[in-house]
């Protein structure tokens, strides 16, 4: 086929992740400009404008063929959140993670649901591909999606077992991505957190690092479930082209839990959603036992993402001082005994 007559390329890139997920895309050949999908449907208190929307769903039956999912989820514990690490089999996992409370319900919901991991996934994936879908037409026109050829990129954590890849290829099967054009079949790519980190990071700050051939760089990717730390090397500048330093086996390691310095390939199921739980749980011992029992049922929903998402928890160190947040309550209370508003002092 001539260069005038081949299909436009549309290139999609999806990263999902332990606690939120997102997707861009990109025309071949027009300033190959990235675009992020936002305007994400939500509820009271969450943000739609962020490039990031929530991984979470809800069904509201047996067979629910349209369910609720990031941020028009209910608020309350019902929502199946951290489904990403059920595509992981047990034995994989560290004790740590196994045994939490967290994925223990996450697994008891998925059974709740009758559904597999890759079910669910393809679940979330279809109603994140159809909200991208939206933007792109709105963006470029219903006919470039009908003729152009699709390249969709997948990001995984490094340390996840290789199997991880077939169910996830199922998943997206599963939401109708591998198939999305009449143009033809959807040519898939996998590529790891931090190399995708990586590209990004340096493409970001061309300006301001002089990088060379042969230059090595170290990629801390700290996500909300897993934490990537890797050495790559600068292999060719254009295209630009990187590949690890020294090539790690794969394997699922310790030295983040152990706070040991990688020296090649090192991950760990950690992140940001423990930071989460520890706010919370911060919260919950801050709050007086009896004022929390008239609080609005909304009040500890509001205060994590609007509050500790939309700003809190990005600025929240040991020298951030008093962190003033606001309570509401059901009824009118003595505001002597149930304060309008508290602070934790860190």
Same mark, same amino acid.
Request: charged share 25%; proline share 4%.
């Given at each position: 086929?001539?260069?005038?007559?081949?299909?436009?390329?549309?290139?999609?890139?999806?990263?999902?992740?332990?606690?939120?997920?997102?997707?861009?895309?990109?025309?071949?050949?027009?300033?190959?400009?990235?675009?992020?999908?936002?305007?994400?449907?939500?509820?009271?208190?969450?943000?739609?404008?962020?490039?990031?929307?929530?991984?979470?769903?809800?069904?509201?039956?047996?067979?629910?063929?349209?369910?609720?999912?990031?941020?028009?989820?209910?608020?309350?514990?019902?929502?199946?959140?951290?489904?990403?690490?059920?595509?992981?089999?047990?034995?994989?996992?560290?004790?740590?993670?196994?045994?939490?409370?967290?994925?223990?319900?996450?697994?008891?919901?998925?059974?709740? !649901?009758?559904?597999?991991?890759?079910?669910?996934?393809?679940?979330?994936?279809?109603?994140?591909?159809?909200?991208?879908?939206?933007?792109?037409?709105?963006?470029?026109?219903?006919?470039?999606?009908?003729?152009?050829?699709?390249?969709?990129?997948?990001?995984?954590?490094?340390?996840?077992?290789?199997?991880?890849?077939?169910?996830?290829?199922?998943?997206?099967?599963?939401? #109708?991505?591998?198939?999305?054009?009449?143009?033809?079949?959807?040519?898939?790519?996998?590529?790891?957190?931090?190399?995708?980190?990586?590209?990004?990071?340096?493409?970001?700050?061309?300006?301001?690092?002089?990088?060379?051939?042969?230059?090595?760089?170290?990629?801390?990717?700290? #996500?909300?479930?897993?934490?990537?730390?890797?050495?790559?090397?600068?292999?060719?500048?254009?295209?630009?082209?990187?590949?690890?330093?020294?090539?790690?086996?794969?394997?699922?390691?310790?030295?983040?839990?152990?706070?040991?310095?990688?020296?090649?390939?090192? #991950?760990?199921?950690?992140? !940001?959603?423990?930071?989460?739980?520890?706010?919370?749980?911060?919260?919950?011992?801050?709050?007086?036992?009896?004022?929390?029992?008239?609080?609005?049922?909304?009040?500890?929903?509001?205060?994590?993402?609007?509050?500790?998402? #939309?700003?809190?928890?990005?600025?929240?160190?040991?020298?951030?001082?008093?962190?003033?947040?606001?309570?509401?309550?059901?009824?009118?209370?003595?505001?002597?005994?149930?304060?309008?508003?508290?602070?934790?002092?860190?």
């Amino acid at each position: 086929m001539s260069a005038e007559k081949a299909s436009p390329v549309l290139v999609l890139g999806i990263d999902f992740g332990t606690t939120y997920s997102g997707i861009a895309w990109c025309r071949v050949g027009e300033h190959n400009e990235i675009k992020f999908t936002t305007n994400w449907k939500k509820r009271r208190f969450a943000q739609g404008d962020k490039q990031k929307v929530p991984s979470a769903i809800f069904y509201h039956h047996l067979n629910d063929e349209d369910p609720e999912w990031g941020a028009t989820t209910p608020h309350d514990d019902t929502v199946l959140r951290w489904f990403k690490l059920l595509l992981v089999d047990e034995k994989d996992l560290p004790d740590h993670i196994r045994h939490s409370v967290q994925l223990k319900t996450a697994r008891a919901l998925m059974l709740k !649901a009758n559904k597999t991991p890759v079910q669910i996934l393809g679940d979330y994936l279809r109603q994140l591909w159809r909200h991208c879908r939206e933007n792109i037409i709105r963006a470029e026109g219903r006919r470039m999606m009908r003729v152009s050829t699709v390249r969709l990129v997948v990001t995984l954590p490094a340390i996840w077992p290789y199997y991880v890849r077939s169910r996830m290829t199922e998943a997206l099967g599963h939401a #109708g991505l591998l198939n999305i054009t009449k143009a033809g079949h959807t040519a898939l790519d996998f590529i790891s957190e931090p190399e995708a980190a990586a590209l990004t990071c340096l493409k970001e700050n061309a300006d301001r690092f002089n990088v060379r051939v042969g230059d090595h760089f170290v990629i801390c990717d700290a #996500g909300g479930g897993t934490v990537d730390l890797i050495t790559y090397k600068i292999e060719k500048l254009d295209p630009l082209i990187i590949g690890e330093s020294i090539k790690g086996d794969g394997k699922s390691s310790r030295a983040l839990y152990d706070a040991r310095l990688p020296d090649l390939e090192e #991950g760990g199921l950690c992140g !940001a959603m423990f930071l989460d739980e520890k706010f919370l749980k911060l919260l919950k011992e801050t709050i007086p036992f009896e004022a929390q029992k008239s609080l609005d049922k909304q009040t500890f929903h509001r205060i994590m993402e609007s509050d500790w998402e #939309g700003g809190l928890k990005a600025s929240f160190c040991k020298s951030s001082g008093d962190l003033p947040l606001q309570l509401s309550y059901d009824n009118p209370v003595d505001a002597d005994f149930f304060p309008s508003k508290f602070n934790i002092d860190v």
